[in-house]
């Protein structure tokens, strides 16, 4: 189950969050200034935002298994439709429904991995699970750039879609729901969101995920542009960057479960993203070649905690409400990652990177200070963390 809940979200993020890789090829292309090609790239995003609730109360309602076969299938072919479109306006919308078909496998494979996993797993299983986004976009930065080389947009954006019709099959043949999914119907407990510390978190993981999407969204940008790189080698070097990435995110899971806490080492990340993301300004403003290992430090750091705040955002709901308190979480970044490729493509356009850089790094202190790292002590303190049932 954890391996088809990874692959799952390893195949949608390709193509939910891979486009950025085909930016240098869509502004050479189309001719696409960086803000109308970061509004492009995070299209899916806006998709997502629609949809993540719904899925997450589909889940809840009809079992993680369906949830994600019925999304991915529609991503993979929502994808192979976008790469037959010829026009720009009608691809930014297939790209929007992209997004809103992939919600799915966030809300759901989550749900999927917490219903197989115990308290003190959960940490690890989540992270391995959240790999699946950096995993996605190593896959993305090694296939499409030479892709679009070779074939064009149609190519770039078809095997993908194709790789997700696959993956579906395996979920439709494999995955299970979880055991305690066919329980006898219980009484639901009360809403999490009449306290405050729900709102806390996923206000926090928004900010957190700035400095995640403006590395993602830009590096290959700035490496080509700035720097440049061959579009197919600033690929190469970003998917092994994103390979690092997911090693991050297995490593701070494994550090949670050791610590019994999911938002203190959330914390301790979000800080060192905020220095990371100045390291990379100064290096930027330099013209050092250090930059470019300043770069990868921001991608890997800025990555590391998504899976935490997941984890946390499913406990601190309880089994029954952790399908819809997960889209909630979901929607709120992909608010955040909407909003930000195209400040910062602004910012890069009017002020340089290396200012947009040092801007972005404002956004991981607004987190860290939010996150509800006391609430979170409390709440186990009395108990509520939630196992399942």
Known sequence: MLALGTSAQAVATSLLFGLPFLLPYLRRAEGLTLVQGGALVAAPSLGMVVTLIAWGAFADRYGERL??????????????????????????VLFALVGAAGASVNSASG??????????????????RQTGQPLGIALAGALLPPLSRYGGLRLALAVPATICMVVTAAVVLLAADPPHDRVAEQTRPPSPYRALI???????????????????AFSAE???SQRGWDATTAGQLLAVVAVGGAAGRMVSGHWSDIAGSRLGPMRVIALTASVSMLFLALTASTGA???????????????????LGFTATAELAGRAWSGRALGVQNTMQNVAAFGTAPLVGALAGSFG???AFAVVAVFPVLGAWLTPVEGERRARSAGSQTTPQ
């Open 353 to 355: 990177f290396s200012w």
């Open 67 to 92: 949830a994600i076969a019925l999304g991915l299938g529609l991503t993979g072919l929502l994808g192979l439709a976008a790469a037959a479109m010829g026009s720009l306006g009608g691809r930014a």
């Open 289 to 307: 070649s250090l930059v470019v290992f300043a770069l990868a430090i921001a991608s890997i750091v800025s990555v590391s905690d998504n899976g």
């Open 198 to 216: 729900l709102w806390r978190l996923h206000a926090a993981s928004s900010l957190l995920v700035v400095p995640q999407f403006a590395t993602l």
């Open 111 to 128: 749900r999927l991995v917490m219903g197989w996993f115990g308290p003190h797993q959960r940490g690890l299983a989540m992270g391995i």
């Open 222 to 224: 700035y490496l080509v």
